[in-house]
C-alpha cells in the first residue's frame, strides 16, 4: 500500500514540473535537448576563483547521447545558456553519427568557481540551418586555433577569424587525445605568418597552449615552438623530457628544470607571458617561472620545429617528434584558470563537464497535453494547486496510519503467541518489560488492553494479597478494558477524516475549476467574437484538468481509506475478541481459586 501511495504521489507531483518544463522549452520545433553540467566544485574541476569565458568542448559519443535523434551533418544542434533563453556560439571540430563520436566547441561566457552550472544541447529539427559560428567561439584575444580535425587534409586551418594558417609545412594526422592529432616526424615543421594577430611588442603579453605526447625522451632540446628576431627569440621545448621556456632578450632566461614528462601519455603544456613574468603550466597547475619581459616579434614562428635558416639557432636544438593536439595562441596572458579548465576538460576523462539524460518534447507535459497546460487559466492553476495540496496531506495520512495499523498488527501477533503461551497464568505478561521492549509489545494494542485489565486485577487484592474478584468486578472491568478499547480505535481513526475530505471534496473542488474556466472560455470567446473549434476546444479541454485533478485526488483516497478501514475493522475484532477471553478467563480463574478455598 505505501508503495502505491509513493508512486501516485511521483505521478501528480510529476504534473506541474512537466508543465514547467512546457513553458521552459527554448524552442518547440526542436524534439531533444540535453543538460550538460559544468561542474567546478571539489568534486569536478575544483576550481578556487571564476574562470570567465571559456570555449568549452563537449564530447559526445554513443554512451551519453542518441545520435540517431540528430542530422546526419549535425547541423540542427543548438546551445543555450542556463536560462534556457540566451543561444551560445559555438563550433563542431567532427561529428561521426556512424562511428557514434562527436567534438564541439562551445562558448561558455562565465564559468564560476565551487559551483554547477547547466547549459542545454537542442536538436531533433531536420529543417534548422548549420548555426555554428566557429570564428566567435574563440575570443578575440586567441589569434590561432589548430584543431587538427582533418578536415582540411594534412595543412591545419586557423579555426579563428584571423586565418593565421601555416605558410608551409605539412604533417601527419593520427588519433590523438581529441579527434585527429598532428604527427611530426622530426624533418618538417609547420610555419606561422608573422600577422599582426600573431605580432608581440616588447614587455607585451603572449600564450601558447598544446596538448603533446612522446613516444620516447629524446636527448637534448626539442623546440616545440620557436620566434626569433634580431638575435632574439622566444623558445618553447623539452630538454630531455623537461619542459622548458627560454627567453633571449637583453639576456638568457630560462625556467629552472622541474620533473620531465611522461612518454606515451598526453600531457597539457602552456605558456602566459606578461608583465615581466612568463609562467610555464603543466597538466593545468604551475611548474615554472622567470622573470623576462617578452622582445618585439613581427618576423615568422615555427611549430614542431626552429625558424627555418636561421644562424643564430643553436647547434643542439632538434625538431619535434612526436604528437601535438588543440594548439592555442593568444596576444594574451591567459589566467592559470584557463589552462587549469582546458586540462580538466579536453583530457580523456574530464569530470568537469557531466551529461545528463536525453529529453524529448513529448509525453506528459508535451504534445496534446502541452497545448492544454499552456491554457489553463490563472483561476484554473489555483483550483489545481489547492487539489495537489489535498492530495499531498492525504497521502500523507494513508502513508502514515498505513505504517500505525501494520505497526500494530505485528505487535499483536506477537502479543497474542506469548499471552497464550501463559497457560492458566492470564497475568504472568503484566510486568515482563523485557518481552515487551524485546518484541516491541509496546505498539500492541491488546497489550494495552491486557495491561489495563492486569492493573485492574491486581488492584482488588485485599490486605492478605488475596484477590478478591465478584461478578459485578469482573463487569467492571470489562467496562474499563472496553473504554480503553473506544480510544483504541479512536486512535485507528485518527486523520482520516482527511481521506473522507479528499474522497468527497476533491471531485466538487476540480469541478468547480471547470465551471470557472468554461465560464472564462465562453467569456473571451464572446468578447473577441471568434467562434470556431480551434478557440473553443484549447480552453474547454483545459478548464476539463481542473476536474481530472479532483477526480486524481479522490480515486487513491477512496482506495487507500478502504483499504485502511478493513485493516481497523480487523484489529477492533481482535480487541473485542481480546477482551470477551480475558475476561472469561478472569472468571474461570476466579471460580477455580473459590472452588479450592471451599474445599479446603
Given amino acids: 500500500m505505501r508503495r502505491l501511495i509513493l508512486m501516485c ?58 545520435f540517431d535523434g540528430t542530422t546526419e551533418a549535425g547541423t540542427d544542434i543548438r546551445f543555450i545558456a542556463a536560462d534556457d533563453k540566451t543561444p551560445l556560439n559555438f563550433q563542431i571540430e567532427s561529428f561521426d553519427p556512424v562511428l557514434g563520436v562527436a567534438l564541439i566547441w562551445v562558448d561558455v561566457p562565465s564559468v564560476g568557481s565551487a559551483s554547477q552550472q547547466t547549459i542545454w544541447m537542442y536538436y531533433g529539427n531536420s529543417k534548422a540551418p548549420a548555426a555554428g559560428k566557429g570564428s566567435t567561439t574563440f575570443d578575440a584575444d586567441y589569434s590561432l586555433v589548430y584543431h587538427f580535425d582533418g578536415v582540411s587534409g594534412p595543412t591545419p586551418k586557423d579555426a579563428t577569424g584571423y586565418a593565421n594558417d ?28 608573422g600577422s599582426a594577430s600573431l605580432n608581440t611588442t616588447a614587455g607585451g603579453a603572449f600564450s601558447l597552449s598544446t596538448w603533446l605526447k612522446v613516444d620516447a625522451v629524446a636527448d637534448g632540446r626539442v623546440l616545440i615552438y620557436a620566434r626569433r628576431q634580431n638575435g632574439k627569440s622566444l623558445l618553447v621545448g623539452l630538454d630531455r623530457g623537461v619542459p622548458f621556456v627560454e627567453v633571449d632578450g637583453d639576456a638568457v632566461q630560462r625556467t629552472a628544470a622541474g620533473k620531465p614528462i611522461e612518454p606515451s601519455q598526453w600531457t597539457h603544456v602552456a ?43 643553436p647547434a643542439d636544438a632538434k625538431p619535434f617528434v612526436g604528437q601535438l593536439d588543440e594548439l592555442r595562441i593568444s596576444r594574451i596572458a591567459r589566467s592559470p584558470l584557463v589552462f587549469q579548465v582546458d586540462a580538466a576538460t579536453q583530457g580523456a576523462d574530464s569530470k568537469m563537464v557531466q551529461y545528463g539524460v536525453d529529453e524529448k518534447q513529448a509525453g506528459i507535459g508535451f504534445g496534446y497535453f502541452g497545448i492544454i497546460v499552456k491554457s489553463v487559466t490563472v483561476d484554473a492553476w489555483v483550483i489545481i494547486g489547492i487539489l495537489v495540496l489535498l492530495a499531498m496531506v492525504s497521502w500523507a495520512v494513508m502513508w502514515q496510519r498505513a505504517a500505525y495499523v501494520n505497526r500494530v498488527s505485528r505487535a499483536n501477533e506477537v502479543f497474542i503467541e506469548h499471552f497464550r503461551g501463559q497457560g492458566s497464568n492470564i497475568l504472568g505478561l503484566a510486568g515482563d518489560t523485557e518481552a515487551a521492549g524485546k518484541h516491541r509489545l509496546a505498539d500492541s494494542s491488546l497489550f494495552r488492553l ?24 469482573i463487569e ?9 478499547l473506544v480510544r483504541e480505535n479512536q486512535q485507528l481513526a485518527k486523520s482520516m477524516v482527511w481521506l473522507t475530505l479528499a474522497i468527497s471534496g476533491g471531485p466538487f473542488i476540480g469541478l468547480l ?27 474547454i479541454a483545459a478548464a476539463l484538468l481542473a476536474t481530472v485533478a479532483g477526480m486524481f485526488v479522490a480515486i487513491p483516497a477512496l482506495f487507500g481509506y478502504n483499504y485502511l478501514l478493513i ?20 472468571a474461570e480463574t476466579q471460580r477455580h481459586v473459590e472452588t479450592t478455598r471451599l474445599a479446603g
Wanted: glycine residues 8%; negative net charge; without cysteine.
Fill in 9 to 66: 504521489l511521483l505521478i501528480l507531483t510529476a504534473l506541474p514540473s512537466a508543465a514547467w518544463a512546457e513553458s521552459s522549452w527554448w524552442d518547440h520545433d526542436f524534439s531533444f535537448r540535453k543538460s550538460i553540467t559544468i561542474d567546478t566544485t571539489a568534486a569536478g574541476a575544483n576550481l578556487a576563483q571564476p574562470a570567465g569565458r571559456v570555449p568549452l568542448l563537449i564530447r559526445l559519443h554513443s554512451g551519453n547521447f542518441q
Fill in 567 to 586: 485493516r481497523n475493522k480487523n484489529v477492533t475484532a481482535n480487541m473485542q475478541v481480546f477482551v470477551d477471553e480475558f475476561v472469561t478467563r478472569l
Fill in 476 to 484: 467492571a472491568i470489562r467496562a474499563t478494558m472496553d473504554s480503553r
Fill in 513 to 539: 475549476g471547470t465551471v470557472v474556466g468554461v465560464m472564462i472560455t465562453f467569456a473571451a470567446i464572446a468578447a473577441a467574437g471568434d467562434v470556431n473549434v480551434n478557440a473553443i476546444a484549447p480552453g
Fill in 271 to 313: 605558456v602566459a607571458a606578461g608583465e615581466g613574468k612568463v609562467h610555464l603550466y603543466i597538466n593545468g597547475q604551475p611548474y615554472a617561472d622567470i622573470d623576462a619581459a617578452l622582445p618585439a616579434f613581427t618576423s615568422a614562428a615555427a611549430i614542431g620545429g626552429d625558424v627555418a635558416a636561421d644562424a643564430a639557432a
Fill in 450 to 473: 491486557y495491561k489495563l485489565g492486569a492493573t485492574e486485577v491486581w488492584s482488588r487484592r485485599d490486605e492478605q494479597g488475596r484477590q478478591v474478584i465478584t461478578a459485578e468486578s
Fill in 166 to 193: 601555416p605558410t608551409s609545412g605539412s604533417v601527419r594526422l593520427v588519433d590523438g587525445i581529441m579527434g585527429k592529432a598532428a604527427q611530426f616526424d622530426g624533418n618538417a615543421s609547420l610555419a606561422l605568418p
